[in-house]
């Protein structure tokens, strides 16, 4: 695989689809960017970067493969937290614990300027609340992002990736693909999103290397997540 430094994690790839370019405010799809798709996007990453697995027990299980640091900050807050932990826990308790770190969608935002994607601009919620917005700075990794999503879902390809792969899985039951595509089309192409989802159209490397991240997004899309704690 490419040195994921070269290339947008799943949750900065969430973070720009929810993004208005010009603005840099939340699209109304993506008011629930907080919750359940950036944590199943961060622990998906964790499980491609062989950091953790998701055992097919009645739990869940999270297992602790590797401690080794990633190069993404987020990305090692999460990774702590399962590190430090001394118990053996369901996914959804990551789940949550992820969901749960403070200033998620800044620090994933912040994570882009970095990258000179993103500018962060001071401005007022509410005409009263002091508020950073992040509009885009650079264009291309949103539309190769868009591009690589289209190609999947608009066209008869079978040369899709793992990655794509993933991240279609996580944004298939979200209403974050309704940001760059029609709702009408999306809806026809329903039937082709779940044969690549169900690893139908793609080979059986890919298949594999992706297997794991989905039981994690199963489990996000099955059981409520709910934030109660706050983690720095």
């Known amino acids: 695989m490419t040195n994921q430094k070269d290339n947008l994690y799943f949750h900065e790839e969430i973070m720009l ?4 370019e010009e603005d840099g405010k939340l699209e109304t799809n993506a008011a629930y960017i907080y919750g359940s798709h950036v944590a199943s996007a961060v622990m998906a990453e964790l499980i491609m970067l062989g950091r953790i697995e998701v055992q097919k027990d009645d739990n869940f299980t999270v297992k602790l493969l590797s401690n080794e640091q990633t190069e993404n900050e987020l990305l090692n807050t999460a990774l702590n937290l399962v590190n430090e932990d001394k118990k053996d826990r369901g996914a959804n308790h990551w789940l949550s614990k992820f969901a749960a770190i403070k200033n998620l969608r800044e620090r994933i935002a912040e994570g882009l300027c970095g990258r000179g994607i993103l500018k962060a601009v001071e401005g007022k919620a509410f005409f009263f609340f002091d508020k950073t ?13 868009v591009a690589r999503l289209e190609k999947a879902i608009f066209t008869e390809t079978r040369e899709i990736d793992e990655r794509t792969l993933v991240l279609l899985s996580l944004l298939r039951k979200s209403e974050l693909l309704k940001i760059p595509f029609e709702g009408k089309a999306l809806k026809e192409r329903r039937h082709r999103m779940k044969e690549i989802t169900e690893g139908n159209l793609v080979s059986e490397a890919a298949q594999k290397a992706a297997e794991a991240a989905q039981t994690a997004i199963m489990v996000a899309t099955m059981v409520p997540i709910m934030v109660t704690t706050v983690i720095t």
């Not at 509009?135 to 949103?142: I, Q």
Request: aromatic share 12%; no cysteine; charged share 30%.
């Open 17 to 20: 689809l929810s993004l208005r």
């Open 133 to 145: 917005y992040y509009p885009e700075l650079n264009p291309r990794p949103e539309q190769d992002l």
